[in-house]
């Protein structure tokens, strides 16, 4: 079957380095992507990996693995604005219309 | 910027009612997409549509039905609204089937049945 897995809940301290791992089995892949979520509000793209190695984007970068079927997503400097839950997906191979997500890590950014 | 609109923030409806959730983007996007999100299960998809009038099932299509008249708006239907189906839906939309192209979410409906 398909799945995708990442903690269920993380807390960091403000300035901190934190980093959300995210582990996938899927039929096909056609890129990886991970999206931020403040409750109560619509996800919103963070970044997107193909190919192996380090997407660096100013305090967030993401990590892909496509041989272990791992990313992960590395936040720095921690602001208390992080504090949200993160998505890590995967687009399939079925031409690429689906996408499935992982159930989301809450991130707590403490002072 | 992209902007994907929907028709409610909070819906309250009784088991049985027919419940239409509408979705408008303003980006000509041929890809649109229903999700319903619950604690601990994630995203996970209804139908999505890749062009108008066409409409394919996604991973838990039981009891939902879509219509995509014209390609800004796409519609979820409950036919016969029940309490399991009480759960927060997002639609998205997506210009192309590849690359990096990414999902535009809108702000969400969050939906109880009584």
């Known amino acids: 079957g398909q799945n995708i897995d990442q903690p269920t809940e993380m807390t960091a301290t403000e300035g901190a380095i934190v980093q959300i791992n995210c582990t996938y089995q899927?039929?096909?892949?056609?890129?990886l992507f991970w999206y931020q979520q403040h409750a109560g509000e619509a996800p919103t793209f963070l970044s997107y990996?193909?190919?192996?190695g380090l997407e660096e984007k100013g305090r967030f970068s993401s990590f892909l693995s496509r041989s272990k079927g791992y990313s992960y997503l590395l936040l720095k400097e921690l602001q208390m604005k992080d504090s949200a839950s993160y998505l890590c997906?995967?687009?399939?191979?079925?031409?690429?219309?689906?996408?499935?997500f992982g159930a989301g890590t809450r991130l707590f950014v403490k002072a | 910027d992209v902007k994907v609109t929907q028709s409610s923030r909070y819906l309250v409806k009784r088991t049985g009612e027919k419940v239409f959730l509408e979705c408008v983007q303003d980006?000509?996007?041929?890809?649109m997409f229903w999700y319903r999100q619950d604690p601990g299960l994630g995203l996970r998809l209804i139908y999505f549509?890749?062009?108008?009038?066409?409409?394919e099932k996604g991973d838990i299509p039981e009891g939902y039905s879509v219509s995509r008249e014209k390609k800004e708006r796409f519609s979820l239907i409950l036919e016969s609204a029940s309490t399991n189906q009480t759960s927060m839906y997002l639609c998205?939309?997506?210009?192309?089937?590849?690359?990096?192209?990414?999902?535009?979410f809108g702000p969400g409906t969050r939906l109880l049945v009584l």
């Open positions: 899927t039929s096909g892949f056609n890129g």
């Open positions: 997906a995967v687009r399939g191979g079925d031409g690429g219309f689906k996408t499935i």
């Open positions: 990996n193909v190919l192996d």
């Open positions: 998205a939309s997506r210009g192309g089937a590849g690359g990096a192209e990414t999902q535009y």
């Open positions: 980006m000509d996007h041929e890809n």
């Open positions: 549509s890749y062009d108008v009038k066409m409409k």
